[in-house]
């Protein structure tokens, strides 16, 4: 009794590439029978056999097929297996060695099928009589035994010897041929398995979803925090004291000289008191009036003459109301009965003529902080942007600004000035990458489980930050918008086109969900079945936004 291998029972919708799964499946097994039904679409041509033979060969397995129909068992035998009619012959160990074809038991070549049972042994003819060999009897250990028929020779005339053809026969070349043959079929083989590729490209309509965030950046911000991110504050600046001469041009009007004059009053009582009214005219020899511009009061008595200073002022502006000391000695329109006397100390001073005086102007200041800044200003950037270390960098308040501070005043009258220039800027530095991180992670959020975001159609942008802190603080407005697909297992589904015909594949590809439309092509040219390896399928994801797909 035959020991029974590793039965695999082949279903009748099976494909070649799934008994070849199912033999490489069977690592432990040196022996592998397949039952095979008549109907079997696995196994219905040569190829298909030659094929399982080839997997076989290369995994170290011996395969035996099982199948009551005779074509299948042929296909069989020619391609290397061992057959047999039914699981009764195969636990036997009845092989089928040359099935005859159905329907035609005389055709060549064909002969019996090992029974299901031990034959008999034919009873001995009665004496006498010839024995004639038996038809269509086999056992295990003796196949069918087949007579042929031979007529005598007939005599025919002797045929004219023909001339030897020149060169070697034909047969010495079958060798040659028959390994082209094979060479050929091997090529064929491999040009249909490994040769053809496909690609199937589906066409995913995306969800759209859309957010809006507040990221706040601060220096020292925790990692991790979904809204908040790290920022550093940057400061650079640059200074110098520069020389300016004023061009400014300014009237200056003609001025009176001022001073002041000693009124004395001699009293004719025991006590007296001479009033001064403001704008008494006093004079000196020469003609030069001046005024009092302050009304004052003479105190004297019998005893001692009292004396009292009122300030004066030069009637007519200009250089000409200077005077010099003890110049001033006569009271104008006085009353002789007031016995006073004037005269004056100091010098009246102070009177000038009209001029053009020279002066500080703002353009004065502007030109040279200008002249300076046009060559700071870039330098003192570089500063911000080189502490930055290629962070992004948003600049407080103006950005990069210079200022001027001369020392004298605009439009006071001075030789030459000074003016302290300072070039300087705020900014604050944080990394965009984070922040796009961030935004992006905020719009993750938004997905449902089981589903990505598409990597078309994504928007990540936020609005200038315009609240920027010279201490580091800032405030960044997000608006995120994008689409979100399901996650596909791209090695499955691969798997599950292997072998199926474009037209089942692009229908399987159509049910897949948010799927609006599946495309299937093969390359270098079209066979009725997509490749028989995974490997050799190429899946393309094409993300569209809109309702539906373009055709």
């Known amino acids: 009794m035959k020991t029974l291998a590793k039965l695999l029972y082949v279903e009748a919708d099976e494909e070649i590439t799934d008994l070849v799964d199912r033999l490489r499946d069977l690592s432990l097994e040196d022996e592998v029978t397949f039952v095979v039904p008549e109907r079997a679409r696995a196994l219905q041509s040569a190829m298909s056999f030659r094929l399982l033979k080839r997997y076989a060969d290369s995994y170290g397995k011996r395969v035996n097929l099982v199948s009551g129909d005779p074509r299948l068992q042929a296909m069989s035998l020619e391609a290397g297996f061992t057959a047999y009619p039914n699981l009764a012959a195969y636990d036997r160990g009845g092989e089928v060695h040359r099935p005859e074809l159905a329907g035609d038991p005389t055709s060549t070549g064909a002969t019996a099928i090992a029974p299901a049972a031990p034959a008999v042994a034919p009873t001995s003819p009665p004496t006498g009589q010839a024995t004639a060999p038996q038809r269509g009897v086999a056992t295990m250990d003796r196949p069918r035994e087949t007579s042929v028929m031979s ?79 790290a920022t550093q504050a ?158 992004k960098l948003v600049l407080v308040g103006n950005g990069v600004q210079a200022t001027a501070k001369p020392d004298h005043a605009v439009g006071e009258e001075v030789g030459g000035f000074t003016v302290a220039i300072k070039v300087s800027g705020d900014a604050v530095a944080y990394d965009e990458k984070v922040v796009q991180q961030l935004l992006k992670g905020f719009l993750q959020r938004k997905v449902p489980q089981g589903s990505q975001l598409t990597t078309d159609g994504t928007t990540l942008k936020y609005d200038p930050p315009s609240d920027a802190n010279a201490d580091g603080h800032i405030t960044l407005n997000g608006h995120l918008s994008g689409f979100y697909a399901p996650i596909f297992l791209e090695p499955a589904i691969r798997a599950h086109l292997k072998g199926m015909s474009p037209s089942k594949g692009r229908a399987f590809l159509q049910t897949l969900p948010n799927v609006v439309d599946a495309r299937v092509t093969q390359s270098p040219f079209g066979l009725p079945w997509l490749p028989l390896f995974s490997s050799r399928i190429t899946l393309k994801i094409q993300e569209v936004s809109s309702s539906s797909a373009s055709p």
């Open 151 to 229: 007529a005598p020779p007939k005599q025919q005339a002797p045929a004219s010897r023909k001339p030897a053809p020149a060169g070697p026969p034909l047969g010495s070349y079958r060798p040659y041929l028959i390994g082209a043959a094979v060479l050929a079929v091997v090529a064929l083989l491999v040009g249909i398995l490994y040769l053809p590729t496909a690609t199937a490209t589906v066409f995913v309509q995306g969800t759209p979803v859309k957010a809006d965030v507040t990221l706040l950046g601060a220096p020292g911000a925790t990692a991790g925090s979904p809204d908040h991110f």
């Open 234 to 391: 940057i400061h650079a600046e640059e200074s110098q004291n520069l020389p300016g001469t004023p061009t400014g041009q300014k009237q200056i009007d003609a001025a009176k000289a001022t001073g002041q004059v000693t009124f004395k009053a001699s009293c004719s009582g025991f006590i007296c008191s001479v009033p001064i009214r403001s704008g008494t005219d006093v004079s000196t020899g020469s003609g030069k009036h001046y005024l009092t511009t302050k009304s004052v009061t003479v105190q004297s008595t019998l005893v001692s003459q009292g004396s009292v200073d009122a300030p004066v002022a030069a009637v007519q502006a200009g250089l000409a109301g200077n005077t010099e000391i003890d110049t001033i000695r006569y009271i104008n329109n006085n009353n002789p009965d007031d016995l006073l006397s004037v005269n004056n100390g100091q010098a009246i001073t102070g009177g000038a003529d009209a001029r053009t005086a020279t002066v500080i102007q703002q353009s004065d200041i502007d030109s040279i902080k200008d002249v300076y800044a046009k060559d700071a200003l870039p330098r003192v950037t570089d500063q911000l942007n080189g502490k930055a270390q290629g962070k």
